[in-house]
Structure formats: C-alpha cells, structure tokens
C-alpha cells in the first residue's frame, strides 16, 4: 500500500483580500505537498475558505451586499493568488458548500445524540471581531484581552459542548504523543492552558443575533459557532472533494499547518470534537509565527498589509515563496523588510543561484558545443567527489529537514551546494582548461560535474521553487525524456546520457536595484509606500537583523488562547 501525507492549511476568512500570512502557510504547505509527491506518497493537499460566522456577516452588510455574494466575489482573490503563487492544492473547500453543511450538521446530531451537547444559560463578555465569550476575569478594562477592542456584555440561552470531559485524554494525548503539538515551545503553550480546568464550549449563536452560519439540525432558532463548522472542513472535503475511497485512507490528517493565534482551536476544540465523534486525531499540528512588516505589527489601519500580488509582480513568484520559507525558521516571528528581501534576493538567487546556471549554460556552449560530455574517471579528484557526494545526499537531507518542519534549513542545504559549485567553477578554472588541448578530458570531467549537480539542484528545487526547477530542467534538455523514469524519482548521479543540447536562456533572477517604490497595486489596500520606508530605514536594517537573529523576542499575538 502507498503512504499517505494529508496536509492542510486553515480555511481562510474571506472577509477581506489575502495577505501575506495565508500566503505563507499555503506556500509552507504546498512545498510540503510537492516534496511528498516526488517521494512518491499519495498526497492530498486541502485548503480554503472559512465563510460563516460575524466577521464574514459584518464585512458584507459594509459592502451592502448579502454575505453569499460577498463570499462568491472575494472567492476568486483567494483561488487566483494560488494559481499565481503555483500552488497545487487536491481542493479547494469553502463552508457554504452544502455538503459541508450537511457533514457539519451530521456531527452536531452525532454529538447531541451521545448527550455531548447540552442546551444551558450563559453571561459573558462578547468579544465580536474574536468571536468568543470571555470570563470577568478575562476583561480588563472593558477590552478583549486579546485584540484589545471593546467587549460587550452579552446573556444568551446558548449549547454547549462537553469539551470538559475530555481534558485529561488530551492531556494525555498530548505526553503520549510528542509530535502532536508543534514546535515544542506550543506543545508547552497548550499543556499550561490545560493546566487550568477546561471549560464547556459554547458552540452555538442565537439567529437573532447571528443568522448566517449552519443552522442546528436540533434547534432552527440557532446558528453553530463558526468554529465548529470550519474544523470540520478537514474531515468533510475529504468525503466530498476526493474520491469516496479517499475519506478512509487519508484520516487522520498528516498535519494542519496554523498560525500560533490558531492553535487553541485547533489543538483543544478541534481534538475534543474528534474526540467526542470517535475519530482519530490529527498526527500534527504545527502551530508557525508570524510576519510583521518593517518591525510593526501588520495591520489594515497602518496601512502596511503585504499584497503578495504586488511582491510577486516585482520580484516573482519563486523569490516570494524563497523569501518566506529560507527569511525565518517556521515555528518563529519575523519581520518582512524590503532590505531583507532584496539582500537575499540579490545574494542568494541572483548572485549564487542564477550565476551558477548562467555559468554553467554558457561554458557548456563555449566549451562544448552545448552538449553535455561525459567524465573521464582518469581525471577526477577529490573535488570532484566532494561535489557528487554533496548532491547525491542532498534530498535526504532535506527530507530530514521537512520532517521536522524546518524549511529554512532545507533551503539553506540546497544554497549550500550552490556555493560549493561556484567555488569548484572558480578552483578547477575551466577556461584555463579550455586553453590547453591535452586538458579536454579533465575539462569534460568538469562540465559534467557541474551538469549533473544542476540536475539535482533541479529536483531539489522543485518543491520549493517548481517554476525555477523547470527552467532549470528545460534548459538542461531534461524535458524532452518525461518518460524517463530518472527524472521523476531522485536522481542518480551519472545514471543519465544527455542526449540533448542545452540552452542558455536568460538570466533566471534578474539583478534589481533597491526597491524603493510603492508596492501597491492599483485597487488594493496593500501597501508599504515610499513614506513609511524613507521613515524607517535605518531603523528597519536594525530590525531586519535583529529579528532574523533573535526571532522569539518578538511579541505574542494570539487569537484564540
Ligand atoms: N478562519 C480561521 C481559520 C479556521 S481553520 C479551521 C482564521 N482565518 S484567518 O483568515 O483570520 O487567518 C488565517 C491564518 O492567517 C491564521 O493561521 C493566521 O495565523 C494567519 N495570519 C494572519 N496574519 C498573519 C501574519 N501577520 N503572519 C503570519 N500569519 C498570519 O483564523
């Protein structure tokens, strides 16, 4: 039987037009999804959108239009920025979907049926743009003690789920189960908060109050939780958005990637749920940081929001999905500077990685007709071995990387042999060779040293930078032997003839000068104008550095502790 890797990101609110952090975790999860392709698991990748609920509700009454109209225009500025970020989801779920809801309310029955959801009184303080009561005690105030927004006091005949019961399994779970919750750090974070007793979950809303959301299939007069209606999307689209047989095979899911404001549903309501249901619970959950921007938080009212479009549009789609997975190790904050991007971009993939191809490509048509020779084994030396050595433990090393989540480490194995094979270009000096004929067999030896670490490189490349990684294939002649079985398993070094010419191209990250204009793209709410960086500039160089260097001191922003 084939091994299975299900991975999934959150279902997005479309209450407002993608940004950089549902860019971030959808990249982290596409890489994942590529990577476990190539290694030949059965892969389904799910992503979405979540739809209900107040945010939704309130966003589309300040637009004057019905929240189903509202859902259906802003549902392709999701689903466009995936194609143009080549993301390869298996689907694409929304909550307004009716299978969904009926799957929704077939749970909701489930659990009223086995008395897990009992119907009771309840005062709290209502915190709206978080969607959840919080405790007396939990206000100071009169504000949320997470976002900081006024609370309102609110009384409500409401049902709750029995989320108390479960407690201690939880807790057991989550000792039994090291690689459940994390990074370790939000493993920690979630057993302190289960440190203090768990309370019952109120799972649903009054229509009176909330009317768009799934309705109770035991109570017409209430909408549920749109909590309780999103987690679900991770079981349902496996029944209706893959083939039947896909629902059995791929729970429990490999991993939810959330960001850490996230991790409280996902780690207790979302595995108390499953719980109370009788399914197996997720085998991860990895809980990432998040991204301010120019070392402030990233907000709509300071005007600072990441349009990917607009990032894209300048740099490309590859330097963005680069930037975000190498800038910052997953589980930690970090800030998105534009001189952090554009060092990078210029070091690491102009410089190194562009400069590598380029070089090669050119010397292959300088010295060798654009045919790729064969090494002559008389002439290989140390160096030689260093480099295929290197390359031929690459994917193994990443994979070992990915595994634990670390894809800033994965790339920087893979700009590691970039660099090894410019320095080997510079030691072994192939137009130096190229000038003594009694050299042609050390030079072929070279070239083809050089060939087949970009061969690797490639498929190395190709979760993290597919487009790059199929510039590279093509240029390299690879293209034309799909049906070679070497170009879609991990390669072997020398396993591969060249019959075909290679072709230089153009430069795959064109050099760029310091990007000081506005980002912004017409239309859109997001960007970093000219002012804010002339502000900040130096102060932003601090802060880029700081930042990458002590990442954890950056502070909380949690949603749902
Ligand atoms: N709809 C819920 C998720 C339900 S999943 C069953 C939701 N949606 S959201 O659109 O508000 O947020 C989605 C994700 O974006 C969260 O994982 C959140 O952490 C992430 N980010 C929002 N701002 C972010 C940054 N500034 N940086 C990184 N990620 C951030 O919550």
């Not at 059965?42 to 859902?71: N, R, S």
């Not at 989550?174 to 994390?182: A, G, K, L, N, V």
């Not at 090393?397 to 989540?405: D, G």
């Amino acid at each position: 039987m084939s091994k299975k890797f299900y991975v999934t990101t959150p279902i997005y609110y479309v209450n407002d037009v993608p940004h950089i952090g549902h860019a971030y975790t959808t990249i982290a999860a596409d890489v994942l999804a590529r990577f476990y392709r190539l290694r030949g698991y059965d892969v389904f990748f799910l992503t979405g959108l979540d739809e209900h609920g107040q945010k939704v509700q309130q966003a589309a009454a300040k637009a004057g239009i019905d929240p189903q109209t509202h859902c259906d225009r802003l549902m392709p500025k999701f689903k466009d920025l995936w194609t143009k970020l080549n993301i390869s989801q298996d689907a694409f779920i929304r909550t307004t979907d009716p299978q969904h809801q009926s799957i929704v309310q077939r749970g909701l029955q489930t659990l009223y049926d086995k008395g897990l959801i009992y119907q009771a009184d309840y005062t709290g303080w209502y915190c709206t743009f978080d969607e959840r009561f919080w405790t007396e005690k939990d206000v100071e105030q009169g504000l949320c003690p997470d976002c900081r927004r006024p609370v309102e006091q609110v009384s409500e005949r409401n049902y709750f789920f029995r989320m108390s019961q479960f407690q201690n399994r939880l807790k057991e779970h989550i000792h039994t189960h090291p690689e459940f919750i994390q990074p370790d750090s939000r493993r920690n974070e979630v057993l302190g908060f289960l440190q203090k007793p768990l309370e019952d979950l109120s799972i649903s809303r009054p229509k009176s109050r909330l009317s768009w959301g799934i309705e109770l299939p035991f109570d017409q007069t209430c909408v549920t939780y749109v909590w309780f209606d999103a987690l679900v999307n991770y079981f349902s689209a496996l029944e209706y958005l893959s083939s039947e047989s896909h629902a059995t095979q791929f729970w429990p899911a490999s991993v939810h990637l959330v960001g850490k404001d996230i991790l409280t549903t996902h780690a207790v309501y979302w595995s108390t749920m499953l719980m109370g249901m009788e399914r197996p619970l997720p085998q991860s959950i990895f809980a990432h940081g998040w991204w301010t921007v120019e070392g402030e938080k990233m907000s709509k009212s300071r005007g600072n929001v990441i349009d990917p479009y607009a990032i894209v549009e300048e740099f490309g789609t590859d330097a963005f999905r680069y930037f975000l997975l190498r800038e910052v190790p997953f589980g930690q904050d970090g800030d998105f500077s534009r001189t952090a991007f554009h060092s990078r971009y210029q070091a690491e993939l102009a410089n190194d990685l562009g400069n590598l191809v380029s070089r090669t490509l050119a010397m292959l048509g300088n010295f060798s007709k654009n045919m790729v020779p064969s090494a002559d084994s008389e002439t290989e030396t140390e160096l030689d071995h260093t480099l295929q050595q290197t390359a031929t433990t690459l994917f193994t090393t990443i994979e070992a990387h990915l595994q634990r989540y670390e894809f800033h480490r994965a790339l920087e194995t893979i700009m590691g042999l970039v660099q090894m094979a410019n320095q080997y270009i510079d030691k072994t000096a192939p137009w130096v060779l190229a000038k003594d004929p009694t050299k042609a067999p050390r030079l072929q030896t070279v070239l083809f040293h050089l060939t087949e670490t970009l061969r690797f490189l490639a498929h190395a490349l190709t979760p993290f930078m597919p487009h790059t990684a199929e510039t590279m294939k093509t240029r390299l002649g690879l293209t034309k032997d799909i049906s070679n079985p070497s170009l879609s398993n991990d390669p072997t070094w020398g396993e591969y003839a060249y019959p075909h010419p290679v072709t230089k191209g153009t430069a795959l990250f064109p050099k760029k000068d310091m990007p000081s204009a506005d980002t912004s793209q017409p239309g859109s709410s997001s960007n970093v104008s000219l002012n804010t960086e002339k502000k900040t500039n130096n102060i932003q160089r601090h802060t880029a550095y700081r930042d990458r260097r002590f990442p954890e001191s950056r502070t909380e922003n949690r949603k749902d502790s």
